[in-house]
């Protein structure tokens, strides 16, 4: 510290998960400086905000993998997911699920609507009486339709999930 010319040093410790990962420090080098409890209270909180920090981004990389290998095995497995807002009726499909309808990935999300205008005409009254019962009694939704796809070609989705008051989610 000498031959820095520190001439006073605060350090407080960072913490992650309870385990010591560095310090935050302040150091003077004019003047030997008294550190008050208003300046180790100020490093204590910028300390703690910062561990938190950290351990907030460690938990959202760690999200983004996990997000990163279920698409992966979606697109593998020729599976995906989706989920349906009840309230709002607003849908979320996965990648996937776009590419089993034969859609951009990046189109905007569907309505029920414009769903149930993808489903085979012979197979909609069934799957939207299904739908409405799940959606009804907050119960499992099973069933299997077939996609209406470019003149001469179909292909058939098979569905498993359930249903709370606020949501319905599901695996194609």
Known sequence: MQAQAIRSVCVYPLRMKG???GFLGNDAVRE?????????????????????????????????????????????????H??????SEEMFWSPEVFRIFELEPTS???????????????????????????????????LEHRVSLPPGESNTSSYGGSSSPARTTSRR
């Open 108 to 142: 905007p999300p569907l309505t029920y609507d414009a769903y149930f205008n993808m489903i085979h005409p012979e197979d909609r009254q069934r799957t939207h009486t299904a739908f409405q019962a799940a959606k009804r009694d907050g119960g499992y939704l099973h």
């Open 32 to 80: 030997e400086r008294h550190w008050g409890p208003e300046i180790l209270q100020f490093l204590q909180l910028m300390g703690d905000l910062l561990s938190i920090a950290l351990e907030h981004r460690q938990v959202q990389k760690q999200r983004e993998q996990a997000a990163n290998r279920l698409a992966r095995a979606e697109q593998q497995a020729h599976l995906g």
């Open 19 to 21: 385990e010591l990962v």
């Open 82 to 87: 989706w989920s349906y807002k009840l309230d």
